[in-house]
């Protein structure tokens, strides 16, 4: 064991946990009051169910040797996994498991924002067990198991571009399409300062996210640290300039947005660009991001907090970026389309997107379909409890309480 590798993987760990926190105050701002507890106890009630799916059979399916497509059941309840690190080894196999727990935790908690202020709060809990299971391990196995068949293909996705986000993204638009529009669609961030708050801890915490998956610290770790904070303060600023030419003002929440798909996008890349290849992808996440949540916004399609725009479309821009500006010298040989012409690799990336776009989407649908029709279960809160607010309906809690006030 390397003590400077695991005291690195251990912070990043730490900063990967508290991006979870982080999207709680980003969602919390951006709803209306009557629904602020609910959606940040979406995020804390994803921490405290995925950590346990995780440690029982989450982590098996996802790393156990298996096939192609998804692992076994040979790590239930961590079984067969060393308490010490054996020979060669970096850090201890504990660790790993815990830093990839904290990706699988955060993963589903992206989706809420897409059926915010209308979801019924004890199916969301089996909700968060089922797709987890069933959408979140499969295709992490894909994608970074030694075996899985992306990762032999060729894809690159060192973060989670295609795990988390694009992945997150689409389960998004199949919640929007199956659970319905609110009753009053109309949304007016209820706080401002935790909207910023929120994106501040998420760019924060996503140094643990791309850099620690690097596994270790050292050069790979210090160039995705680098690109990771390129790439947001790149989108940042192009979506602040554009919304400024277009309505004469700069808004908070927009370059707070901006940042995040700048971040999502740089994911996939981080540990196969340079810097210049991260202003690209950050000036290309706030733009195309840009428009799509605009686009999105004059579809039926009611995702509440832009989920697919910024983490689908910010996803899917990464991951085939990745494929454009992937350099040698940083991948350790793999090259992209802008070093040497190299376009097979951009179709990789593209087999990458599309498989999980599929597979995602059409479980995504299967599972919200089944628990929509069980009987005394269902997606959707009650009309009542929805004009309500789901604070008091499902938590019987109010963000705040004037002194003397109801």
Known sequence: MDS????????????????????????????????????????????????????????????????????????????????????????????????????????????????????KFSTYLIFLVIWSTLVYSPITHWVWADNGWLLELGALDFAGGTVIHINAGIAAVAASLIVGKRRNPGLQPNNVPYVILGAAILWFGWFGFNAGSALSAGDSAANAFLVTSLAASTAALTWGVISHFKTGKMGAVGVATGAVAGLVAITPAAGAVNAMGSLAIG?????????????????????????????????IWGAIATGIFATSLITGGTTGLIEDGNIKQVGIQAVGVIAT???????????????????????????????????????GEQATVRDGAD
């Not at 695991?6 to 980003?26: E, H, K, R």
């Not at 098996?60 to 096939?67: E, H, I």
């Not at 076994?72 to 790993?96: K, R």
């Not at 605009?294 to 399609?301: F, I, Q, Y």
């Open 4 to 119: 400077g590798h695991t005291s690195w993987m251990l912070i990043a760990t730490a900063l990967v946990f508290f991006m979870t926190p982080g999207l709680a105050f980003f969602y919390g701002g951006l709803v209306r009051a009557k629904n602020l507890v609910n959606t940040m106890m979406m995020s804390f009630m994803a921490i405290a169910i995925v950590s346990i799916v995780w440690v029982l059979w989450g982590y098996s399916l996802a790393f156990g040797t298996g096939n192609a497509f998804i692992g076994d059941f040979s790590h239930l309840g961590l079984s067969g996994i060393a308490f010490a690190s054996a020979e060669g080894e970096d850090i201890p196999p504990l660790l790993f498991v815990a830093f990839q727990m904290m990706f699988a935790v955060i993963t589903p908690a992206l989706i809420t924002g897409a059926f915010a202020e209308r979801f």
């Open 283 to 315: 000036f290309g996440a706030g733009l195309i991001c840009f428009y799509a949540v605009e686009l999105l916004h004059k579809t039926n399609m009611d995702d509440a907090l832009d989920v697919f725009a910024v983490h689908g479309i910010g996803g």
């Open 357 to 395: 776009l599929v597979y995602s989407g059409v479980v995504s649908l299967i599972i919200l379909f089944i628990l929509d029709k069980i009987p005394g279960l269902g997606l959707r809160a009650d009309e009542a409890d929805e004009d309500l607010g789901l604070d008091l309906a499902s938590h």
